[in-house]
């Protein structure tokens, strides 16, 4: 697999351009890469070739970190070249686009631009990604690709982690003379932490794009109000933005044809079967052979033609000039033959004498009127289903009671939370909803974190407790300490996780693009045989008696060309996808679970084996100390062994590593009124085994038995029973050795204490196993344990395929084989040192993040941390999946019975009667809105019943045969001790 390009874009990512080969190139390249704790996320896009790699902040995209992404890659037997050129994301929001082909559209107007690498569209969210070659296009080019597509364009503003933007009105709104932005300029630019300023003068406005990390909003103010220009806040930009401005414009379209269509259809189709008399009125000759009701007819439905229907031969024109054919195709070519065909018949009535003008105006303008109103419903429609996100957004207090100063004591002032910054005090009332993400400085209350996390019991808040912006305090008055505002709060993640997941495109979605593609040429192929076929056969074989009245074989034919062209409808098909992500999307953000787009729910849906890790997944993610106790022979004093562990555990990451720090630390505080410890130096983590380090004139390990033997360390007969009776119990039990150094800097290892650590099992675990095997989900659990407390956990939440001793960089090998066997697989982890696991399953689920819900490696996120979210998010994955499916085949259906239809073949059963074309029109207006419709069905789900998920110990022992196959190295254990069967991984060591 060879590489193209792997360049730096802002501080923070890398891209490279690569062509995979097969599904293992990419999971070992993906695999390969998460094994470095320098990278934090790959994702490789198969369609457009394109891998991004980000790295761990402060890391940086630059040239060395591309020779290590490269170094890594060839490890696992990848190829990738050197960078040769910058490469930029540029995001445009793109209106216009009404379904699939629209999408294919835009999308190949994008990639016809020199220098673009990467293009991806969003249909209902309305905007474009571009990967492009700065040196080669710019953001005026891609705009200008669009807006010659027919759509209009305009540049999205992105930000780094760290960035935000603001608008800031000077004056008091009139327009300014420039030479105030030439006043206040110079001061925000040389201002640090300021890194472009924008201002457009007839609104008196300055756009600043700053590092929050370095400089506030209300230093900006400072800064232009000491230069004698007044200033204030205009409105914050970059956020999410979720508006009706497409249901306002087809209202708007929908009531001026309205206006025009309702006396067409008066005078054409009501008034000559009403009243006579007027119908003789309306049938005076103003000039030979034109009538009063013709040139009336023509002066109201050429307005609605060719001004209101102005933005269909637009699109039509640009739609055919890449060509390409979209819906706008079908109408132009539909009302352009009702209303040419008029013309022509009433001018040639004027130059014959005798003949009988037939026209067709009414159909073309309620053909358009009703394309508006079918667009106005769905636009109403697909409205409706960003809801979720609209919501959260309303999450957002507007204003926010600053304690200026940080002076609790004084009078707050209310200040708008665009305007906070971190670091700041501030004062939230009982009732009131919290402006940011903090920690409680003072106070006591309970907060209701229902709306952001979906957590449904109020929570306890006191001094030391964290607080998520756009929850509710309840009872008690808190005075709180900002350290997350503006787009890095928690409410902000899961606004932009939410947004991203909704334009995201499920793999289902290609069929639509094919079939899109193709559609709209078909239909006018179909339509032209249409017609030419009932031409002859009204020539030839067609009674006379079956042609409706004051129509010949011409206009029978031609009425079946227009409502063959009407009745089609690809719309249907490119939202029935789309509109059920969208949907779903927000109901598992309303219900705490976040699922990041359509081609997760599409993966979770598919799941038929479920791996969890064991720590902070199955267990508590808190753990305890069980017990800590020195070994028979130990040489050390016990507050000795507390320092040591405190000093050598200060450095991990690891759950465990923390707890015991925490209690040593604890301990010292308590038995002897001080924590004060020794720093370590030369800490090494030892995945899979402990660490190492040095404290002061001593070699430090913690770690599990396979690391005592590894350094030479004695385990007696006593200590090695304690570990397995711990073991046995579901403990985890880790010793601590020391090596006094020598003259020369060595000295034998010896054992000195034990400790022993415990995390409880979930009470919701075993219901959610239970759960799982009862609906068809084979369980498997991951663990870098030993045997025998792997075991007790997996007796105590009823699973029965139990990999244990793996190493943390071994969990995902382990996956692979899952998936080589055939599984589908969701690996559930929390994150921390699985996140190649993560990668590797087919969906990766964390659980517990909090306020991490940006977990790069998991597709899906369980905000809260309850196991019982992982049943709720793949039966809404289901669920939504299966209304994307039965979308598909509705659309499908509808298209392929009413075009028939449309064509006449029920013409001998139905004559002389025949379907109108403005009944065709209104059939293809609902199609689309029904799919929406559908979609919006899933605002109604409603998660498993805490009932559904207390399934009985029998139904899993009913589902155990459907288990996957074990280890091809080891197969069950034979000691019946450790029932149910547990198939353990070859290698000898590991860890919790």
């Given at each position: 697999?060879?590489?193209k390009a792997l360049d730096a874009v802002g501080r923070h990512v890398a891209h490279m351009r690569e062509e995979p080969e097969t599904d293992d190139h990419v999971h070992s390249l993906q695999v390969g890469l998460l094994s470095s704790p320098r990278i934090l996320s790959v994702s490789i896009d198969r369609k457009n070739g394109l891998c991004r790699v980000k790295?761990?902040?402060?890391?940086?995209?630059?040239?060395?970190?591309?020779?290590?992404?490269?170094?890594?890659?060839?490890?696992?037997?990848?190829?990738?070249?050197?960078?040769?050129?910058?490469?930029?994301?540029?995001?445009?929001?793109?209106?216009?686009?009404?379904?699939?082909?629209?999408?294919?559209?835009?999308?190949?107007?994008?990639?016809?631009?020199?220098?673009?690498?990467?293009?991806?569209?969003?249909?209902?969210?309305?905007?474009?990604?571009?990967?492009?070659?700065?040196?080669?296009?710019?953001?005026?080019?891609?705009?200008?690709?669009?807006?010659?597509?027919?759509?209009?364009?305009?540049?999205?503003?992105?930000?780094?982690?760290?960035?935000?933007?603001?608008?800031?009105?000077?004056?008091?709104?009139?327009?300014?003379?420039?030479?105030?932005?030439?006043?206040?300029?110079?001061?925000?630019?040389?201002?640090?932490?300021?890194?472009?300023?924008?201002?457009?003068?007839?609104?008196?406005?300055?756009?600043?794009?700053?590092?929050?990390?370095?400089?506030?909003?209300?230093?900006?103010?400072?800064?232009?109000?000491?230069?004698?220009?007044?200033?204030?806040?205009?409105?914050?930009?970059?956020?999410?933005?979720?508006?009706?401005?497409?249901?306002?414009?087809?209202?708007?379209?929908?009531?001026?044809?309205?206006?025009?269509?309702?006396?067409?259809?008066?005078?054409?189709?009501?008034?000559?079967?009403?009243?006579?008399?007027?119908?003789?009125?309306?049938?005076?000759?103003?000039?030979?052979?034109?009538?009063?009701?013709?040139?009336?007819?023509?002066?109201?439905?050429?307005?609605?033609?060719?001004?209101?229907?102005?933005?269909?031969?637009?699109?039509?024109?640009?739609?055919?000039?890449?060509?390409?054919?979209?819906?706008?195709?079908?109408?132009?070519?539909?009302?352009?033959?009702?209303?040419?065909?008029?013309?022509?018949?009433?001018?040639?009535?004027?130059?014959?004498?005798?003949?009988?003008?037939?026209?067709?105006?009414?159909?073309?303008?309620?053909?358009?009127?009703?394309?508006?109103?079918?667009?106005?419903?769905?636009?109403?429609?697909?409205?409706?289903?960003?809801?979720?996100?609209?919501?959260?957004?309303?999450?957002?207090?507007?204003?926010?009671?600053?304690?200026?100063?940080?002076?609790?004591?004084?009078?707050?002032?209310?200040?708008?939370?665009?305007?906070?910054?971190?670091?700041?005090?501030?004062?939230?009332?009982?009732?009131?909803?919290?402006?940011?993400?903090?920690?409680v400085v003072t106070g006591r209350s309970h907060a209701d974190e229902s709306m952001v996390t979906g957590e449904s019991r109020q929570v306890d808040k006191e001094a030391g407790s964290t607080v998520i912006g756009g929850s509710v305090n309840t009872t008690g008055s808190l005075?709180?300490?900002?350290?997350?505002?503006?787009?890095?709060?928690?409410?902000?993640?899961?606004?932009?996780?939410?947004?991203?997941?909704?334009?995201?495109?499920?793999?289902?979605?290609?069929?639509?693009?094919?079939?899109?593609?193709?559609?709209?040429?078909?239909?006018?192929?179909?339509?032209?045989?249409?017609?030419?076929?009932?031409?002859?056969?009204?020539?030839?074989?067609?009674?006379?008696?079956?042609?409706?009245?004051?129509?010949?074989?011409?206009?029978?034919?031609?009425?079946?060309?227009?409502?063959?062209?009407?009745?089609?409808?690809?719309?249907?098909?490119?939202?029935?996808?789309?509109?059920?992500?969208?949907?779903?999307?927000?109901?598992?953000?309303?219900?705490?679970?976040?699922?990041?787009?359509?081609?997760?729910?599409?993966?979770?849906?598919?799941?038929?084996?479920?791996?969890?890790?064991?720590?902070?997944?199955?267990?508590?993610?808190?753990?305890?100390?069980?017990?800590?106790?020195?070994?028979?022979?130990?040489?050390?004093?016990?507050?000795?062994?507390?320092?040591?562990?405190?000093?050598?555990?200060?450095?991990?990451?690891?759950?465990?590593?923390?707890?015991?720090?925490?209690?040593?630390?604890?301990?010292?505080?308590?038995?002897?009124?001080?924590?004060?410890?020794?720093?370590?130096?030369?800490?090494?983590?030892?995945?899979?085994?402990?660490?190492?380090?040095?404290?002061?004139?001593?070699?430090?390990?913690?770690?599990?038995?396979?690391?005592?033997?590894?350094?030479?360390?004695?385990?007696?007969?006593?200590?090695?029973?304690?570990?397995?009776?711990?073991?046995?119990?579901?403990?985890?039990?880790?010793?601590?050795?020391?090596?006094?150094?020598?003259?020369?800097?060595?000295?034998?290892?010896?054992?000195?204490?034990?400790?022993?650590?415990?995390?409880?099992?979930?009470?919701?675990?075993?219901?959610?196993?239970?759960?799982?095997?009862?609906?068809?989900?084979?369980?498997?659990?991951?663990?870098?344990?030993?045997?025998?407390?792997?075991?007790?956990?997996?007796?105590?939440?009823?699973?029965?395929?139990?990999?244990?001793?793996?190493?943390?960089?071994?969990?995902?090998?382990?996956?692979?084989?899952?998936?080589?066997?055939?599984?589908?697989?969701?690996?559930?982890?929390?994150?921390?040192?699985?996140?190649?696991?993560?990668?590797?399953?087919?969906?990766?689920?964390?659980?517990?993040?909090?306020?991490?819900?940006?977990?790069?490696?998991?597709?899906?996120?369980?905000?809260?941390?309850?196991?019982?979210?992982?049943?709720?998010?793949?039966?809404?994955?289901?669920?939504?999946?299966?209304?994307?499916?039965?979308?598909?085949?509705?659309?499908?259906?509808?298209?392929?019975?009413?075009?028939?239809?449309?064509?006449?073949?029920?013409?001998?059963?139905?004559?002389?009667?025949?379907?109108?074309?403005?009944?065709?029109?209104?059939?293809?207006?609902?199609?689309?809105?029904?799919?929406?419709?559908?979609?919006?069905?899933?605002?109604?789900?409603?998660?498993?019943?805490?009932?559904?998920?207390?399934?009985?110990?029998?139904?899993?022992?009913?589902?155990?045969?459907?288990?996957?196959?074990?280890?091809?190295?080891?197969?069950?254990?034979?000691?019946?001790?450790?029932?149910?069967?547990?198939?353990?991984?070859?290698?000898?060591?590991?860890?919790?």
């Amino acid at each position: 697999m060879d590489a193209k390009a792997l360049d730096a874009v802002g501080r923070h990512v890398a891209h490279m351009r690569e062509e995979p080969e097969t599904d293992d190139h990419v999971h070992s390249l993906q695999v390969g890469l998460l094994s470095s704790p320098r990278i934090l996320s790959v994702s490789i896009d198969r369609k457009n070739g394109l891998c991004r790699v980000k790295p761990c902040p402060p890391v940086a995209a630059n040239a060395a970190f591309a020779q290590e992404v490269i170094k890594l890659a060839a490890s696992v037997g990848v190829s990738l070249a050197a960078p040769t050129e910058d490469t930029t994301t540029i995001k445009l929001r793109v209106g216009g686009m009404t379904c699939a082909a629209c999408v294919g559209g835009v999308e190949k107007a994008l990639s016809s631009v020199p220098g673009v690498i990467g293009v991806r569209v969003a249909l209902l969210a309305g905007f474009a990604t571009v990967d492009i070659d700065p040196t080669k296009a710019t953001v005026q080019d891609l705009i200008e690709a669009v807006d010659d597509s027919g759509f209009d364009a305009e540049q999205m503003i992105t930000l780094e982690p760290d960035e935000s933007t603001i608008e800031l009105q000077l004056g008091r709104g009139e327009i300014l003379h420039s030479t105030y932005y030439d006043t206040v300029a110079p001061s925000l630019r040389d201002h640090r932490g300021v890194r472009s300023v924008e201002f457009i003068q007839d609104r008196a406005i300055v756009h600043v794009l700053y590092d929050r990390m370095v400089v506030g909003p209300r230093d900006l103010i400072r800064i232009i109000t000491e230069r004698g220009v007044v200033c204030e806040l205009a409105q914050e930009r970059g956020g999410q933005r979720v508006d009706d401005s497409e249901s306002r414009t087809w209202g708007r379209l929908l009531g001026l044809g309205l206006l025009f269509t309702i006396p067409v259809v008066l005078i054409a189709m009501v008034i000559p079967m009403t009243d006579i008399q007027a119908m003789h009125a309306l049938s005076t000759e103003v000039a030979r052979g034109l009538t009063i009701q013709d040139l009336v007819l023509f002066i109201l439905a050429t307005p609605i033609q060719f001004v209101l229907g102005k933005r269909f031969y637009i699109g039509a024109y640009h739609a055919l000039k890449r060509r390409n054919a979209n819906m706008d195709v079908l109408i132009v070519g539909s009302t352009t033959s009702a209303y040419v065909y008029s013309v022509i018949s009433i001018v040639y009535a004027m130059a014959k004498p005798g003949f009988r003008s037939v026209q067709f105006f009414e159909t073309s303008a309620m053909l358009i009127t009703i394309v508006f109103l079918g667009k106005y419903l769905e636009a109403v429609a697909k409205y409706k289903t960003s809801e979720a996100l609209r919501t959260l957004l309303d999450l957002q207090p507007g204003t926010a009671m600053l304690l200026e100063d940080g002076v609790e004591t004084q009078e707050p002032t209310e200040i708008s939370t665009a305007l906070l910054h971190a670091g700041d005090l501030v004062k939230v009332l009982p009732g009131a909803r919290i402006p940011c993400d903090g920690e409680v400085v003072t106070g006591r209350s309970h907060a209701d974190e229902s709306m952001v996390t979906g957590e449904s019991r109020q929570v306890d808040k006191e001094a030391g407790s964290t607080v998520i912006g756009g929850s509710v305090n309840t009872t008690g008055s808190l005075t709180i300490r900002a350290t997350c505002v503006g787009s890095n709060s928690m409410l902000n993640q899961i606004v932009k996780l939410v947004g991203d997941a909704q334009s995201s495109k499920a793999p289902i979605e290609a069929f639509a693009d094919k079939v899109s593609g193709r559609f709209v040429p078909a239909v006018v192929a179909i339509a032209v045989v249409v017609f030419a076929a009932w031409m002859v056969v009204g020539h030839t074989v067609l009674p006379s008696s079956w042609l409706p009245k004051k129509t010949s074989p011409f206009l029978l034919s031609f009425t079946f060309f227009i409502t063959t062209l009407v009745i089609a409808c690809p719309c249907a098909l490119g939202l029935a996808a789309p509109t059920a992500v969208m949907v779903g999307t927000g109901v598992g953000a309303r219900l705490g679970v976040l699922i990041k787009g359509g081609a997760a729910i599409e993966g979770l849906s598919r799941v038929d084996t479920v791996v969890f890790d064991k720590t902070g997944t199955l267990t508590d993610p808190v753990p305890t100390v069980a017990e800590f106790a020195p070994v028979n022979g130990h040489r050390l004093k016990v507050e000795e062994h507390l320092r040591l562990l405190a000093a050598s555990e200060s450095e991990s990451e690891h759950p465990f590593g923390k707890v015991i720090h925490l209690y040593a630390t604890e301990r010292l505080r308590s038995d002897e009124g001080s924590d004060a410890v020794e720093s370590c130096t030369d800490y090494v983590a030892l995945p899979g085994l402990g660490l190492e380090c040095k404290v002061g004139g001593r070699i430090l390990w913690v770690g599990n038995a396979p690391l005592m033997r590894r350094i030479g360390a004695a385990v007696s007969a006593d200590v090695h029973s304690a570990l397995q009776a711990h073991g046995a119990r579901g403990e985890t039990a880790v010793l601590l050795a020391v090596a006094d150094l020598d003259d020369h800097g060595h000295g034998p290892a010896r054992v000195e204490a034990l400790v022993a650590v415990a995390s409880k099992v979930r009470p919701e675990a075993a219901s959610v196993v239970h759960c799982l095997l009862a609906n068809g989900c084979k369980v498997v659990m991951l663990t870098g344990d030993n045997e025998a407390t792997a075991a007790a956990v997996a007796r105590q939440v009823g699973i029965t395929n139990v990999f244990a001793n793996v190493l943390p960089g071994d969990k995902c090998i382990k996956v692979q084989e899952l998936q080589a066997n055939g599984c589908i697989v969701a690996m559930v982890g929390d994150g921390i040192n699985d996140s190649p696991a993560l990668a590797q399953a087919d969906v990766g689920v964390a659980i517990g993040a909090g306020a991490d819900v940006a977990i790069e490696a998991a597709e899906v996120v369980l905000t809260r941390s309850d196991l019982r979210d992982l049943v709720v998010a793949i039966d809404l994955a289901r669920k939504t999946f299966s209304r994307i499916r039965a979308n598909f085949f509705w659309a499908l259906v509808y298209n392929c019975v009413m075009i028939p239809v449309a064509a006449g073949v029920l013409f001998p059963l139905t004559h002389p009667d025949i379907l109108p074309p403005w009944a065709c029109g209104i059939a293809m207006a609902l199609s689309s809105v029904s799919v929406v419709l559908s979609s919006l069905q899933l605002k109604m789900y409603r998660p498993p019943r805490q009932s559904d998920l207390r399934q009985s110990k029998s139904e899993a022992v009913a589902s155990k045969n459907k288990q996957p196959p074990g280890n091809a190295s080891g197969g069950p254990r034979s000691d019946p001790a450790l029932q149910p069967l547990i198939n353990v991984h070859p290698l000898d060591y590991g860890s919790a």
